[in-house]
C-alpha cells in the first residue's frame, strides 16, 4: 500500500482549481478506458475537506489497525469492465475501503455484500480482506459516487457533485454491457439519477423514489437497451442489525437484479 501523501490546502494545491487537468471535471472525460479511469481516480484532490479526512485518518488509525499502512487514497471502483450488473454504495468507510484500497473491504457492510455475492456465483470467494488477496467478482462490478472516506459517512452535496464525473465517465465506459444498476441507500439513487441522465438514459418526471425493491427504467436516448435500477437498503449495520435489511433480502434482491441484466445467478 502507498504511503500518506502530504495535505495540501486549495491555497496551495492546483488540483483543487476545477479548470486544473486533475479535478475530475476533466480528468475523467479524458479516461479512455475502465483500467485508465481507475488508475487516474486515485490522484484525485479536488475535496479538501475529504483529502484531510482520509489522510487524517490514515495517520491516527484505529487501535485494531495501528499495524496497517492505510491506503488513504480514492477508492476505484471493482470488478469486470464488461459487467451488466453495477452495485452502487455511498463512499469508502474510513476505516474499511480507506485502509484497505478496495471497495466494501475491510468493514461489516462489505462482509456482507462479497458473502451474498459468493453465494449466488459472482464472487470466488466469500470474504474481502484487502486490495491484491485474490478475490475477484464475475458479471458484476461495485462503484462509489463518492471516492473518498467522509466525515461521519456523510458527504456534502457539493463533495457527491465535485466527485460525479468520475463514476458518469464509468457508466459511459460500461454503457455497451450495463443492463441493471442497484443502487445500495437512499443517497446512491439520488446520485444516481443525474449520472444517468448524463451518460445516455432518459429519466422520466417526476423522479422515481427510493425504496427497497423499488425499480425504475431509464430508455436510452439513442434507442439502445433500457437501463433499469432496483433500490436496496444499504448493507451497513444500522440496517442489518435493526432487521430492516435481513440477509435473505439482500439475497433476495440481488437475484432479481442479476437476472434482469441477463445473469445466471445461483
Not at 141 to 156: E, G, K, L, Q, Y
Not at 236 to 259: H, I, K
Request: charged letters at 25%; proline letters at 11%.
Amino acid at each position: 500500500m502507498p504511503t500518506v501523501a502530504a495535505s495540501s490546502s486549495p491555497a496551495d494545491d492546483p488540483a483543487f482549481d476545477p479548470d486544473d487537468p486533475r479535478h475530475p471535471a476533466g480528468a475523467a472525460v479524458r479516461a479512455g478506458g475502465l483500467a485508465a479511469l481507475d488508475r487516474v481516480v486515485t490522484g484525485c484532490r479536488a475535496c479538501p475537506r475529504l483529502v484531510q479526512w482520509r489522510e487524517e485518518t490514515a495517520r491516527t488509525k484505529r487501535r485494531a489497525y495501528r499495524d496497517w499502512d492505510y491506503w488513504a487514497r480514492p477508492v476505484p471502483g471493482f470488478g469486470p469492465p464488461d459487467a451488466p450488473l453495477v452495485l452502487v454504495g455511498l463512499a469508502p468507510a474510513a476505516h474499511g475501503a480507506n485502509r484497505t484500497g478496495r471497495i466494501f473491504t475491510g468493514d461489516p457492510s462489505g462482509d456482507l455484500l462479497y458473502a451474498a455475492l459468493y453465494e449466488l456465483g459472482f464472487a470466488n470467494r466469500p470474504e474481502s480482506v484487502r486490495h491484491g488477496d485474490g478475490l475477484e467478482l464475475s458479471g458484476v462490478r461495485i462503484t462509489d459516487p463518492v471516492r473518498c472516506a467522509p466525515p461521519d459517512n456523510r458527504p456534502s452535496t457539493a463533495e457527491r457533485d465535485t466527485c460525479r464525473p468520475w463514476i458518469t465517465r464509468e457508466l459511459e465506459l460500461m454503457r455497451p454491457t450495463v443492463r441493471t444498476v442497484v443502487a445500495l441507500g437512499g443517497f446512491a439513487w439520488q446520485a444516481m439519477l443525474p449520472v444517468i441522465a448524463d451518460a445516455g438514459w432518459r429519466v422520466p418526471r417526476p423522479r422515481p423514489a427510493f425504496g427497497h425493491a423499488a425499480l425504475a427504467v431509464f430508455p436510452a436516448l439513442d434507442g439502445g437497451p433500457d437501463l433499469r435500477m432496483y433500490g436496496c437498503y444499504h448493507v451497513s449495520p444500522r440496517n442489518t442489525n435493526t432487521g430492516r435489511l435481513t440477509t435473505a433480502m439482500l439475497r433476495d434482491l440481488l437475484r432479481e437484479a442479476a437476472r434482469s441484466a441477463g445473469l445466471d445467478p445461483r
